[in-house]
């Protein structure tokens, strides 16, 4: 059937429509292709030109400036500093060992370094670049860069490296960088590109390693044109790297090297903790090494130094080492015995210099005994019987949750290497570490801090500041990131009856300042900055009967490796106590004699900001005490506080 000429018109119109729409799509579209294709072939001609050119153009990672760190008064810790150094990258070099040949002849490169160049290039992928030599000086890069069309493959470059300007004073607290090694790679699940850079340096140990994160940014990208030959034509683009966030410690940099400067000949550990906010002020373990070694490559005589020397001074032990903490224990037996209500505090125990426990007699330091000791005399004379009798009331299982409340046991959450979580021990520690039961014997050892009772001097200054202040002191190392502060936590109150703690502050200001305590040589004359403290001496060896019935061997009389740990904890001043101090001296003694004045100078020297006046100490000892400064000022290195005697 014929459709009516009106149908027609209106059918036509809607193909011709369509057939514009289409068409002007079409023209769109080839329009769109023709732009591109002129874009790609005029304006970016010249940039592809050069990618396809023999590959040209050379995209690098650039690392960016690690975080600096600081002490609490912007005294710099951790900088870095520029770094000239010659990589070379194996894929454009060719026959390696020609280039490397014709290197040596320009700057100085022994056969060892030759070497471990050609073994770390086979053992790369063949673009990765390989550090050759690094701090080299200016002209040693100059004479490479004029002889670049001779050494293909080769590059000079500058990057930055770390330096510490305080050398020892904060090794085992910043810690120091390496270069990233096969060891470090294996241990990250997905290691970021930067860490392919050669040579590039992450932290080993201290905050350098736990704050590695924070401090190492995050990488930039160079766009470079080099020729056929290799030599860099002109930088096509520079995308700038975000540095590492800076890092402000709590930590005052000057008490840091007075108190490494009075350790000096000591294999010790000290701590010193900010009462008002569990600030660590200093943490010093002695003696210490120069960090700077590693962060050039320590050489052999180094390593071996420090390895072989019986005092261990890559050791942390202000954090790391635990050890028996002796009669600075007491105070956590005295607490636990009193709060069980087991023990009143006027109650006498008599000391004959020996208590019988279980068939096994436990002697007491003085041979001769005590006598009638009461809580607070047992403190002051340290007497040992008092607490085998009180313990064996109390309890291992409560001495060891008192000691845990007080921060012993327990590992505290700061950004070092290796802390120690030390021992309180229990009945199912025992069972489950051992296999064995629990004896009283156990306990009577545990009471004095003998035994399986293991704690470090971080942790006995923690115990120190808690005991002080009532309060759930917590320490702490990073004061602010980037310049914004760190919270504090809140310190809420320990738990333990005011009128004991009282008690217990009374017996350790009398253990200083009585004329009968056994720390009243290490007192402090100013009365406003008095000092209360706890002595222990820790055995590191067991004396038997046929010792003891012959006299037991002095101290003195024994090689250094048996003698028995000196210790002190105390906190100062006595009657509004601002820090809390710990000192622990291996193989050094007796508490008294030996940690006791050094937790005394330290204190002064915190309390003062600075040296304190002769006047703070006994008259008796204030030619010595200034023969004492003079001689640790010129031990301190250039840039410490002056130590000028004060009137």
Known sequence: MKRPPKDNLASNRVISRRALIVGASQLAIAGVLTMRMRNLQLEQADTFRLLADENRINIKLLAPARGLIHDRNGTLLAGNEQNYRITMTREEAGDIEEVLANLAQLIPLTETQIAEAVREMNNRSAFVPVTIADRLSWDDIAKVTVNAPALPGVTADVGLSRFYPRGSDMAHVVGYVGPVSDYDLSRIESPDPLLQIPKFQIGKTGIENKMETELRGSAGTRQIEVNAIGRVMRELSREEGIPGSDLQLTIDADLQRYVEARLDGESAGAVVIDLENGD?????????????????????????????????????????GIYPPGSTFKMITALAAVEDGVVDPEETVLCRGFTEVAGTRFHCWKS????????????????????YEICQRVGIDKIAAMARRFGLGIRH????????????PDKEWKTKTHGEDWR???TVNAS????YVLASPLQLAVMAARLATGRTITPRLINAIDGVRVPIPEAEPIGVNENTLRRIRAAMDAVVNSNRGTAYGARITEVEMRM???TGTSQVRRITAEERARGVTRNADLPWERRDHA?????????????????VVEHGGGGSAVAAPIARDIVLQALYE????????????RGRISEQQRKIEEHMPAGSVAMNDRA
């Open 413 to 424: 959450d700061l950004p070092l290497s290796a802390v120690a979580s030390g021992l309180a």
């Open 368 to 387: 001769g005994g005590h006598g009638n000791m009461n809580l607070h005399d047992s403190l002051k004379h340290s007497c040992d019987c008092y607490y």
């Open 532 to 534: 209360a403290g706890k």
């Open 448 to 451: 004095i801090g003998q035994g």
């Open 567 to 583: 210790l002190f904890v105390s906190f100062a001043p006595a009657d509004n106590p601002k820090y809390a101090v710990a000192v």
């Open 280 to 320: 660590l002020r200093s943490i010093v373990s002695s003696p210490s090494f120069d960090p700077n070694l590693f962060v050039r490559g320590i050489s052999v005589a180094d390593w071996q130094g420090l390895n072989e020397n019986p005092y261990r001074p890559l050791a942390a032990k202000a954090v790391q």
């Open 440 to 442: 009283i014997g156990d």
């Open 610 to 621: 600075g040296p304190p006046p002769l006047s703070a100490y006994p008259s008796a000892m």
